[in-house]
């Protein structure tokens, strides 16, 4: 956070001797800005990560009541951690533009000389971080409470798979609540249109994360998987970034 | 259905305020008749060429194409799924070059060109996965079965493209609302042969695969397929001019009517 201080976009140089006023900042100023307001009115507000963290967890004990089960292990593991981090990234995802949208935040930052691309870029790293906190308390509740193997062979692999899930699920998600704030029926739109989009993540994420999960814990992932992953990140950080301006402009 | 597509009316009539304006304006000048509609041009044989290739088509299905020596008459459908399954998914990305082209231009026309693209490709793709289904109860006994990867990520991109006209028409701003719809049908457009090929990838190795590609059919059941592509592309042109003709004819219907009101009788 101190380190984000020091990129705050200077107003004035006085040194400068270019004719115009002063010079806009920088892209990279601007998303260290962007995201330093971000972090800042969710530690001061706390108003998605405690929700989604806490969120996630109840899921888990539907899950143990709907399905009779006291541990889980293999696919069915797999499947329920992503579908409820999926559930849990939704309610981050519909909050994330809300704030902007009524308060004025969009109109300021039209009216700032930087960079559109920038506020994407900010939000989806701020989209990133809410999630890797999520699963910090989610993952080892989910071992705690459901998870039948222990948690310890599937550790150097089991990150990465969620981190590259992660950086899906926040561009997209970004993507996705910047269209659906602006419609009549936001909270309905943002989970309808990022479900569909985020079936290729799930795939990958779940494929490649059920053989982690076996009780007797023999390979690692099948790389195509991340791979896969990985392409769909790239893919979707070039659409974002390509369309984003155009959601901005008046 | 009826409701949202009298909304969908509603709102495509809305969004191109000024042309409704312009038609009513060159209808003044020349003397109460409304300026032509554009696109009516070449509609009749447009009809008829696609008339004439159905009815070739669904010939070559019936009388040319030889039996399936496994799945005999059933087998037929794969003449009107797979080519329903190709045109929708190219209907589809069609929809997002056309809203490429709007948001460079601006033109409201290639907004309304793109709605109409993804509106008809959304009818076939509902025809795609109910072939499918009969197809899947005849040769597998169920009518869903999710070994098959076509069928599958159509329903994806199905429920996916559901949401288009709800986006759409809960933007209450018309030059908004077209230029959201943009942003959708380019992301869903990019989004269709990427998630065809993650469903083929998590399908791949589970079960054999009745026709992976066309490679392998016997020459007449290829040509059979080929003209029956053809003949649904038609179909798919012919069905998007005539809902641009019915839009057209619908702003200008609006136009002359408003200016009905704003003259004293």
Known sequence: MSAATGHLPRVADERDD??????????????????????LLELRTLESVPGMALFAVTVFVVFHFALNRNGVNGDEAAGILWVTLLLAALLGINRLFVADAEDGGFDGYLLAPVSRGALLFAKALALLLYLVVLELVAVPAFALLLLEPSLGPALPDLPLILLLGDVGVALVGTLVAALAVQTRAR???????????????????????????????????????????GLYDLLFGLIAYAVFDFLLED | MTPSASRADRGGADQIPGQARKTALHAQGRHDRPAPNPYVRGLRPLSLATALAMTLALGMVFFYAPLEAEQGFLQKIFYVHVPLAIVALCGFVLGGLLAIVYLRTRD?????????????????AVGTLITGSIWAKGSWGHWWVWSEPTLVSFLIIFLLYATYQPLRFAIEDPERQARYAAVFAITAGAFVPMNYV????????????????????????????????VAMALLFTTLCKYELTAKHTRFQLRALRRRLLEEPA
């Open chain 1, 18 to 39: 270019r004719p115009a006023g002063p010079r806009p900042p920088g892209f990279v100023a601007t998303v260290a800005t962007v995201l330093r307001k971000e972090l």
């Open chain 1, 187 to 229: 909270d309905l739109l943002g989970p309808l249109l990022a479900l569909p989009l985020l079936v290729p993540v799930v795939i990958g994420g779940a494929r490649a994360s059920a053989p982690l999960l076996v009780l007797a814990h023999a390979s690692g992932p099948q790389p195509r998987w991340p791979i896969a992953l």
């Open chain 2, 108 to 124: 409201p026309r290639w907004d309304m060109r793109s709605y109409v693209a993804i509106h008809i490709s959304l009818i076939f």
């Open chain 2, 198 to 229: 993650a469903v083929n990838l998590s399908t791949a190795y589970v079960h054999p695969r009745v026709f992976s590609s066309t490679s392998n059919l016997p020459g007449s059941m290829a040509l059979t397929l080929l003209v029956s592509v």
